[in-house]
């Protein structure tokens, strides 16, 4: 089992900066991949960024890639989300998850193990 825990999200206004952080414990995280979704109201879960947590891999969507930024600590067992430039499109529960495997996949289903989500809200 792998548990969880997601914090640093809040309320900001368009232009500003948030770090999400995702804190992992339970089993030994040598092979996965972690990574970030969002869900908006009315809306699929989405794909962020992943990263593998062997090597620096990474993975974006394209429309977020140059303004956000994935990154980890294998020391501290978490993952961070840097977000610049943030715009009321970028409004969402962010989750982090983990696939027990490192296919650094963008497909939600493919991830074994999911956080409860933080809520990041950007104003106008």
């Known amino acids: 089992q792998v548990q969880l825990v997601e914090s640093g999200g809040g309320l900001v206004q368009a232009g500003a900066s948030l770090s999400l952080s995702c804190a992992a414990s339970g089993r030994t995280l040598s092979s996965y991949t972690m990574g970030w979704f969002r869900q908006a109201p009315g809306k699929e879960r989405e794909f962020v960024a992943a990263i593998k947590w062997s090597v620096s891999l990474t993975a974006y969507t394209d429309s977020l890639k140059g303004r956000f930024t994935i990154s980890r600590d294998n020391a501290k067992n978490t993952v961070t989300l840097q977000m610049n430039s943030l715009e009321p499109e970028d409004t969402a529960v962010y989750y982090c998850?983990?696939?027990?495997?490192?296919?650094?996949?963008?497909?939600?289903?493919?991830?074994?193990?999911w956080g409860r989500g933080t809520q990041v809200t950007v104003s106008s």
């Open positions: 998850a983990v696939d027990v495997s490192p296919s650094l996949s963008r497909l939600s289903y493919d991830y074994d193990y």
